[in-house]
């Protein structure tokens, strides 16, 4: 590495770059995306310890289930895992210069999304009907742990807003894809690849959400 | 592996199409996995009551959870070809899932 640098300072014609075995195994955009799915990952980590904590010393904590039911969350969860699928087909529709089926896949991705969103609200909207709210709780007219509903939503509602973040950041990219922009060949795919990774996140903080939330 | 990483200048569709099928082909099969394994977390409350005890439960419903999540992060992440000081990147935040180990195990020994 000394030679390198001695080569560059001596002012031999051309600047070398200093050797660096790490130097182009990934690009900047993904290091980055990646050190911010790290740090968004303790993110959630912290609000589940919290839950955990607050749960584990909690008097009496409903089960879950029998308050927020599987089967819509269920349907949910397979929604955001074909929604993983169809962001994968897009990443290698792009790399493959195929617009029409980028265009396509993006468009399944952000329906799913969507959906997954709509769900959610729904979900909330039969919740607080029902007697789950933010500050206090209850459960067929009978009072259960006011945290079981302060948790539930500072956990799905993060995760939600991350939803609703990609599906933002999902449509930006498909109108990029619309232009054009990711299939003139190169590394031109690249924001395609990221905005992948940050899909294929919001859906494994969700797998663990699920169990932990709604299963546990 | 690492080619399809790095499109070569050939101006048609697909550089390399007989990888990108064994791609769709892998990322098909762990969509499958997912959803088989998502079946079985919606069946284990259900099983368990009659059967297990809650304990059993918990485990299974972890591990099942984990490598779920470990699938998403290996194969459409794409971890498993990503040079290991990036996949130390991703590494990071199962800190916190240790910290959610310890309090399961401190609340099924009290």
Redesign the interface.
Known sequence: MSSTLQTAADGHGETLEPEDV?FG??TGG??AM??F??QD??S???L??AY??LR?SAQEWPIP?EVLG??LT?VA??LL??S??S???AV?AA????QAALVRWLGVTIAGGATFLGIQAYEYYHLVHNGVGFITSSHNGESINNLFGTTFYAVTGFHGLHVLSGVIYLTIIFRGAQKGKYTQ???S?SPVELV??FW??V??VW??V???IY?? | MEN?Q??T???H???H?VE?QS??AE??TI?LI??FL?GV??F??DVYSAVWSGHT??LL??I??FV??GL??MY??HMKN??K??RW??Y??I???M??II??L??SYR
């Open positions: 790490n195994k990934a993904k290091v990646w050190m799915i790290a990952g303790m959630f980590g912290g589940l310890f955990g904590v584990s289930a599987i089967g269920a969860t397979f895992i074909c993983s699928l962001m994968v087909f290698l790399q493959e210069r195929n060949g190169g590394t795919y992948g990774l294929h996140f859906d494994l797998i663990l699920f169990t932990f299963l546990l | 399809h790095t499109p200048a050939n101006p569709h697909s550089a199409p990108h791609h769709r990322y098909i969509f997912l959803t998502t977390e919606v284990v409350p439960k918990m419903l972890c099942l959870a779920k999540a998403v992060f459409f992440m990503e040079a000081w990036v990147i991703g990071t935040p800190y916190m899932g910290a959610v309090i399961m401190e609340t």
